[in-house]
C-alpha cells in the first residue's frame, strides 16, 4: 500500500523504539520489506543522554547499523539512507558538535558500512544528521565533509525556517 503513496519510509526512530518496542532486529525485517516494494528505508540510528556520556557512542550506533544492514546486499545497501539522531537531541533543542557527529558518521556508520561492503558502496550510502536541526545551526553541520544531509523533525513546520535550512544545505 505504501509504495503508491511515498518513496521512502524512517524506520527506527527512536520513538518507535522507545514507545512502540521496535527492535534492531525490526528493523531490519522492515528495510528488507521496503527494499523488496522500491521504497527507500530511512534507517535511524543514535544513542541515548546515559550511553553518550558512558563513551558508548561508538559501539552503539555501529552496532545498530550492524543490525540494520544484515542479509542486505551490497547493491541494496547502497539505496537506503541513514539518519544519525542522537536521542539525546531530539526535540530538546540541544544539537550534537557538528564535528563530534562528523566523526561519529565516520567511524560508527561509513566505518561499519565500509567493513560489510567496501569503501566505495560506503560513500554512496547517504547519512543525515538529526537532531534538534534548525535554520541557525544547519551551515555548520552541512560543512561537515560526512554529513550529507538532514533529517529535519519540528522546523519543518515554519515555512521560512524550513526554508532557510534548505537553503543552508544546497549552499555547503
Known amino acids: 500500500m505504501l509504495a503508491e503513496l511515498c518513496q521512502y519510509v524512517i524506520l527506527g526512530h527512536s520513538e ?26 530511512i534507517i535511524c540510528v543514535g544513542e541515548n543522554l546515559d ?12 552496532g545498530q547499523v550492524r543490525a540494520a544492514f544484515a542479509g542486505i546486499s551490497a547493491q541494496d545497501a547502497a539505496r537506503i539512507i541513514i539518519a544519525y539522531e542522537p536521542i539525546w537531541a531530539i526535540g530538546t533543542g540541544v544539537a550534537a558538535v557538528p ?4 566523526t561519529i558518521i565516520a567511524t560508527s556508520i561509513r566505518g561499519v558500512l565500509t567493513g560489510l561492503y567496501g569503501q566505495a558502496i560506503a560513500q554512496d550510502v547517504r547519512v543525515q544528521y538529526g537532531g534538534s536541526v534548525k535554520p541557525d545551526n544547519m ?18 513546520l515554519k515555512a521560512d525556517g524550513f526554508a532557510a535550512i534548505v537553503k543552508a544545505m544546497l549552499a555547503a
Not at 99 to 102: T, Y
Open 16 to 41: 518507535r523504539r522507545q514507545y512502540f518496542g521496535e527492535t534492531d532486529g525490526g528493523v531490519n525485517k522492515k528495510a528488507k520489506a521496503a527494499l523488496a516494494h522500491n521504497l527507500t528505508p
Open 51 to 62: 550511553q553518550n556520556r558512558a563513551g558508548e557512542t561508538v559501539a552503539f550506533v555501529g
Open 99 to 102: 564535528a563530534d557527529v562528523n
Open 139 to 156: 551551515a555548520e553541520f552541512a560543512a561537515q565533509a560526512e554529513i550529507d544531509g538532514a533529517l529535519v523533525g519540528g522546523a519543518s
